[in-house]
């Protein structure tokens, strides 16, 4: 088979030659828009399900959460593992598909699933991003000048003013916030006070909960003018809390402040930290990419992003890049350009020892940029990102292997004939 190839494309020099620019036309195009990461991205097809309940132990959201949510996934097509983990007030099940299964469709599976699963009361479980672990593209430090602002108004600067910009960009699938503290309005019950009214705790929820939205009443219409009619009840403030009525006794309104102690700011339960060159505790974004995104041109864009972001900011309040993988991605471009090249010129170098002629070599050689850009646009066919060990590693041996055995027989065969006409001549 490869004889009668050989032989047709001999045959065929018109048509080899166009063959041959059409691959480089393809190959050019495949290594342009070819995905470039650092390394590959072999994590497999997986959906993750998160689900919050700050009230429950450990043990209960085993019993109640966890456990539940892996008989329910039980049978899914294409279904590998389920592994989970369960703490304090948080449960993650991890699904495990078959390789070949599309994302979009093992979500779409476990999310038929999860309806099914009967959920603690107020408990509601969400489904990861689409990204793996290697989508981490991009770290920064959301710092301040001012020794005034706090760890609460940095993380609130960044959930309510950052982070909303940055999920705005293309091929990004999560941006996450480490340390700082989450901001809370904390209202500090008196079981006596409540002892005194004749009221439970469920009595405040409920008031607080009922009280803290706004309705619509319709419109009035008057003179052919109507007028909408908007009932706002959100609170604004901490004395907005504080006057919230519970219940009524004698014709007086119970008001939150009357059952609390004091009704303040507070942040939420931490569960960790994040502290950055020894100067104490920092707050820190992460971003991720979507699964099959190319990471150097969200990260790019991020980049861009984020610039614009920070005029917005206080003045006080600026944003440190932390990790970068453009710069990542460029050092490792040039160290496959660096291997290729160099072993490209190595590669000529020992065929024209070899084949004794600059010429056979270099129709070796050709091979070498040939496969490159033949296996660049298998790659771009099968969805697989270019990384150092997918180009750097490429074994030139192997490639010009063949072409040095059919270079020296046809060179040997040559110059034999050469010599045969010759001796004909004479």
Excluded: C
């Excluded at 959930?159 to 809370?184: F, T």
């Excluded at 050092?331 to 084949?355: D, F, P, S």
């Excluded at 990102?385 to 063949?402: E, N, P, Q, R, W």
Aim: a negative charge; glycine letters at 12%.
């Amino acid at each position: 088979m490869p004889a009668r190839l050989l032989q047709a494309a001999l045959a065929n020099r018109p048509l080899t030659a166009l063959g041959g620019l059409l691959l480089l036309g393809l190959g050019g195009w495949a290594l342009v828009t070819l995905p470039l990461d650092a390394f590959p991205d072999t994590t497999p097809i997986q959906v993750q399900i998160n689900t919050v309940a700050p009230s429950l132990a450990p043990q209960e959201i085993e019993q109640q959460i966890t456990l539940p949510i892996e008989l329910a996934l039980g049978g899914l097509p294409g279904l590998v593992e389920v592994r989970s983990i369960s703490k304090f007030g948080f449960s993650q099940v991890v699904a495990g598909f078959a390789d070949g299964t599309g994302v979009t469709d093992a979500r779409q599976h476990v999310t038929e699933r999860l309806a099914q699963v009967g959920m603690p009361e107020g408990v509601t479980a969400e489904l990861g991003p689409i990204a793996t672990g290697l989508g981490e593209v991009f770290h920064y430090l959301v710092r301040s000048d001012d020794p005034a602002r706090s760890l609460e108004d940095l993380r609130t600067i960044h959930d309510w003013l950052i982070k909303p910009e940055l999920r705005q960009v293309a091929g990004v699938a999560e941006v996450n916030s480490w340390g700082g503290k989450v901001r809370q309005f904390h209202v500090v019950v008196s079981p006596e006070r409540l002892a005194r009214y004749g009221l439970a705790l469920d009595d405040v929820v409920t008031a607080l909960v009922q009280a803290n939205r706004n309705v619509g009443g319709g419109t009035v219409t008057e003179g052919g003018v109507a007028r909408v009619v908007h009932g706002q009840g959100r609170v604004g403030s901490l004395a907005d809390i504080a006057a919230v009525t519970v219940a009524g006794r004698d014709g007086r309104a119970i008001t939150v402040g009357d059952v609390a102690e004091d009704v303040r700011i507070g942040h939420e339960i931490r569960r960790g930290a994040v502290t950055a060159g020894g100067q104490g505790e920092a707050m820190l974004g992460l971003a991720f990419t979507l699964m099959g995104e190319n990471p150097a041109d969200v990260t790019v864009r991020l980049k861009e992003r984020l610039a614009a972001v920070q005029s917005a900011l206080p003045q006080d309040v600026r944003v440190d890049v932390l990790y970068d993988r453009t710069e990542l991605t460029a050092q490792v471009i040039g160290t496959v350009r660096h291997n290729l090249v160099l072993g490209a010129v190595l590669v000529v170098g020992v065929l024209y020892l070899l084949l004794g002629g600059l010429r056979a070599g270099l129709i070796v050689a050709v091979t070498i940029p040939l496969s490159l850009l033949g296996a660049a646009v298998g790659m771009q066919w099968l969805g697989i990102a270019a990384s150092l060990l997918s180009l750097g590693a490429m074994d030139f041996g192997i490639l010009v292997d063949g072409s040095v055995v059919v270079t020296e027989a046809g060179m040997r065969r040559l110059a034999e004939r050469r010599r045969a006409l010759g001796r004909a001549l004479t």
